[in-house]
């Protein structure tokens, strides 16, 4: 299994482009997310999913678009991007019902100038 | 509003001795407690967690407190070894989150253990 992996490992944007961050977990896991990394934040939480076809917004959703059309790949979209975005983002997956532990993948380094 | 928070952004310790990483929170709906554990250029590790019916667990080296009471959890790392230095992060679910996936994540708190 390679786990939750996401790809580009970095990524530099002018403001105002677009592109989208890949996201692809092979454990057959139901639920995916997405957070973003920043000094002094800590983890917080974009976009989620608790299966194909069903998502929501978590902590600071806006700017970004997702969703969700199989079980394997969680795609987030930046539609134009801004400074303010500059973050390293991981995706991550769990599954079964309850409390268990989620898998991170090893992170996007996206800079926007 | 930050209802997570690791109030300390570094620790450095002398190996074979205790780390011990804090963590408070706010919300009283929180009932599941997880540390996650992350290397440079590495997503965050799954290390240990804790339900809020229990005020202690153990795995190895690896204990976690916690003080409903207070709102705090603590990590404790007997003995430190170089290779436990890394971001420790703190994170909190509801019982409704906790099927989701949603976790609430503290600022992070940065362990260095010295040789």
């Known amino acids: 299994n390679a786990g939750v992996t996401q790809t580009p490992k970095f990524q530099v944007l002018k403001t105002g482009q677009s592109m989208t961050l890949q996201c692809a977990q092979d454990?057959?896991?139901?639920?995916m997310s997405w957070y973003r990394q920043d000094p002094g934040m800590g983890l917080r939480l974009i976009h989620y999913?608790?299966?194909?076809?069903?998502?929501d917004q978590g902590e600071v959703p806006n700017g970004y678009n997702v969703s969700r059309s199989t079980t394997e790949d969680f795609p987030l979209r930046l539609l134009s991007a801004a400074p303010s975005q500059t973050s390293v983002y991981f995706c991550?997956?769990?599954?079964?019902?309850?409390?268990?532990?989620?898998?991170f993948g090893p992170g996007t380094r996206l800079t926007v100038l | 509003d930050q209802q997570v928070k690791q109030n300390s952004p570094s620790l450095s310790v002398q190996e074979g001795r205790i780390s011990i990483l804090n963590c408070d929170y706010t919300n009283s709906m929180f009932d599941y407690f997880l540390w996650y554990k992350k290397y440079p250029a590495e997503g965050p590790t799954f290390l240990i967690s804790?339900?809020?019916?229990?005020d202690k667990n153990e795995d190895g080296r690896f204990t976690v407190f916690l003080n409903k009471s207070a709102k705090h959890l603590s990590l404790h790392i007997v003995p430190s070894q170089p290779g436990d230095s890394a971001v420790y992060f703190c994170?909190?679910?509801?019982?409704?989150?906790?099927?989701?996936?949603?976790?609430?994540f503290g600022q992070g708190t940065t362990l260095q253990v010295k040789p």
């Open positions: 999913s608790v299966g194909a076809g069903i998502t």
């Open positions: 804790i339900s809020s019916i229990k």
């Open positions: 991550a997956s769990k599954g079964g019902l309850s409390y268990n532990e989620q898998f």
């Open positions: 454990m057959n896991h139901e639920y």
């Open positions: 994170a909190a679910s509801d019982n409704y989150s906790g099927n989701t996936g949603k976790l609430i």
